[in-house]
């Protein structure tokens, strides 16, 4: 398993396969509280959080998920990390001598390549940049598991921007045999790059891209939507509030799908704008799930990227999960 946790694509199915059985068994026994067998994986490491956009879901999950795991959490301020007094590759010399891991949020995805690439012991996980959301596609999937049983085969469809959120679920979902769509205004969908990136992974995987969302609504089992707007787009919100209106969740949209269909969002949803109210509070939505599982699945990828080499060599040889 890679060092770190920055995209989909750095794991093979089997990890995001593992992930998930791992993340459904630390859901099921964190009603056992400190006497969970994974309560003190992390006992006596530190995991540093450097964020340099808002979040409400990442960082709490976050921070529940390390002292869960009885690990201890350092938020550092953005104004002393991220570029601004010192390189970045010196800021992560810097932490991989005190911390196990680190998680950060930015913009540009080059930006945790570089904390990766300068350390050779810190992971290093992609909490949202740019261009990836990898941490929400493994709560989205999880999310999707838990409501189908099995996700092969199923009909997932993406309205709206073609962005961080879109392509990590494209990626996750290919890798795991949903049958992704991408609906999205001429010029805002993903690219070819990224579709290709996305399939390359599985022989059968199915991701398929739409201008107009009825038609690529019509028959599906479940329908995501996320912001037209993505943090650090703010200038060009007037521009996309025209751009995407017609991409909008509403009960017509969804009257395509199947019936029952899910929807899901990443969140913050901005109610009126990509969602209606109706459908966001419908019995099929599923969003507080995505939001719930955000915990399960980091505090799996937690002990998966910072116990599972001591698991095989025997610092922790009493606990295997799955
Ligand atoms: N979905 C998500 O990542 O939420 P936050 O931006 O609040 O962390
Ligand atoms: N696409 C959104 C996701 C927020 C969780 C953004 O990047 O702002």
Redesign the pocket.
Same mark, same amino acid.
Do not use: I
């Given at each position: 398993m890679q060092k770190d946790f920055l995209s989909i694509l750095d794991w093979t199915i089997t990890d995001l396969e593992r992930c998930l059985d791992v993340a459904a068994q630390l859901k099921r026994e964190r009603m056992q509280g400190r006497n969970a067998p994974t309560a003190s994986v992390l006992d006596g490491q530190h995991v540093a959080m450097l964020f340099d956009k &808002?979040?409400?879901?990442?960082?709490a999950t976050f921070e529940i998920a390390v002292r869960e795991l009885g690990g201890e959490i350092i938020e550092p301020h953005a104004d002393s990390t991220l570029d601004k007094r010192e390189a970045l590759s010196d800021v992560a010399r810097n932490l991989e001598r005190w911390v196990a891991a680190v998680i950060i949020r930015t913009y540009a995805q080059e930006r945790v390549v570089e904390v990766a690439r300068a350390t050779t012991r810190l992971h290093v996980i992609n909490a949202?940049t740019d261009a990836e959301?990898p941490c929400?596609a493994l709560a989205d999937m999880l999310t999707l598991r838990e409501h189908w049983g099995s996700l092969v085969g199923r009909i997932l469809t993406f309205v709206g921007d073609g962005n961080n959120v879109a392509t990590s679920l494209a990626q996750a979902g290919a890798m795991l045999g949903v049958r992704v769509r991408l609906a999205s205004p001429e010029g805002y969908g993903l690219s070819d790059r990224v579709i290709d990136a996305a399939t390359a992974c599985q022989p059968s995987a199915s991701v398929e891209r739409f201008i107009d969302p009825h038609k690529a609504v019509a028959g599906a089992d479940a329908v995501y939507t996320d912001s037209w707007t993505s943090m650090g787009q703010e200038s060009e919100a007037g521009r996309r509030r025209s751009v995407f209106s017609s991409y909008q969740a509403n009960t017509a949209l969804m009257a395509k799908a199947k019936p029952g269909a899910l929807f899901l969002h990443?969140? &913050?949803a901005h109610r009126g704008e990509e969602v209606t109210d109706e459908v966001i509070d419908a019995p099929t939505s599923v969003v507080f799930d995505q939001a719930e599982n955000r915990l399960h699945t980091e505090k799996a990828l937690l002990a998966m990227l910072l116990t599972d080499q001591s698991l095989t060599t025997g610092a922790h040889p009493s606990h295997q999960f799955g």
């Open positions: &808002p979040s409400l879901r990442t960082r949202l959301h929400q990443c969140l &913050p």
